[in-house]
């Protein structure tokens, strides 16, 4: 586990701050846990570069809060759900971490979940997709920071079906986050009048997609859909590009795709392929100058909108502790989900469930000629409103809209 001092305690006015402050921490500084996919399948979606995205949130803030310095640890999951528990816990008690960011699988971050919601310690959840983090498994301690299958399913699902193409059969990834994002788009597809043909459930972390892309080019539907992510998404598409699917009459629809995916890819195979995230590097100024920041530290690849995630929460829970001037959690929550956020990435507001609300965007993958370097992947083609992108709180099942 690597442990970053980052800040400087400050002088003059804002120690005689920190001085009154103190007795409202829980210790003498606070600790905030980077807790991600280093290593393993999902790494290139948040892993060092949501570090990064950490780091850089404290810098900004200023490097200490309420005249306390603030610690940052990281560790790495592996994606796995038993690693997950483990390594927040241990941030937990251990490393007196008061807030953990990130958790970019599902089952890895309903594990880590679980024990903040245990412990009364609060955690923002900036990479995992599945929309039960803010609805069945919802808990007062955890805010979804980017995206979830709701929002991919009425942003690619939507777009995809108004094209005419109404038969879809879907490769998934056989964990809760692919059995969640094939549910909601089968039920966006069927209220646009489509059909459901068929599916298959493959393991995560495989190597070999023929025997399931043949299933799916059998099924003779219009589109199949990949709801899977990471390696597993960059592996179906290399496979179907190799049995000749892409560029066929049948359409692959990644469901959930980052843009180091299309980098790994390349655009011959992407260019045309259309994708919903919550963030884009080159949407607008604020988004251009932050995303130059980053990429003058991490080897000039952009930011994924995973990685812009964590800075958002990282930042935005600072500002909450300053606001309250305290880390308790409760207060830090109440404060979260009763302030319009708005910190030039990210602009909406923290429901009652624990969604943050905001802006989705549907994005389209350029083709070779079209892009002007390797960071130049697509063109935002709609915004998606925050409501539209939302799960409806009367359809809520989270008990904390429910009361039961």
Known sequence: MKKT?????????????????SAQLSDDSVNIGVLTDLSGIYSAIEGPGGVLAAEMAIEDFGGSVLGKEIVLTSAD????????????REMFERDNVDMIVGNVSTSSALAAMEVADQMK???????????????????????????????????????????GKKTWFFVTADYAFGHTLERDTSEVVAAAGGEVLGSVKHPIRSTDFTSYLAQAQASGAQVIGL??????TIGSIKQASELGIMGSDQTVVPLLMFSADIQALGLRDTQGMNFTVGWYWDYNEANRQFSERFMEKFNGKAPTSVQAGVYSATLNYLKAIEAVGTDNSDKVMEYLKSTEIDDGLFKGTIRQDGKFAHDMYLLQVKSPSESKNDNDIASVVRVIPAAQASLPLDQSKCKLVTGS
């Open 5 to 21: 001092l980052i800040s400087k305690v400050v002088a003059g006015a804002l120690l005689a701050v920190g001085a009154n402050a």
């Open 77 to 88: 999951t592996q994606s796995k759900a038993d690693l997950s528990s483990s390594k927040a």
């Open 121 to 163: 310690r609060i955690a923002l959840v900036t990479g995992a997709a599945s929309l039960p983090i803010t609805n069945e498994r919802c808990n007062a301690y955890t805010v979804h920071w980017v995206y979830d299958t709701y929002a991919l399913a009425h942003g690619t699902g939507d777009a995809v079906v108004a094209t």
């Open 227 to 232: 709801a899977n992510a990471g390696g597993d």
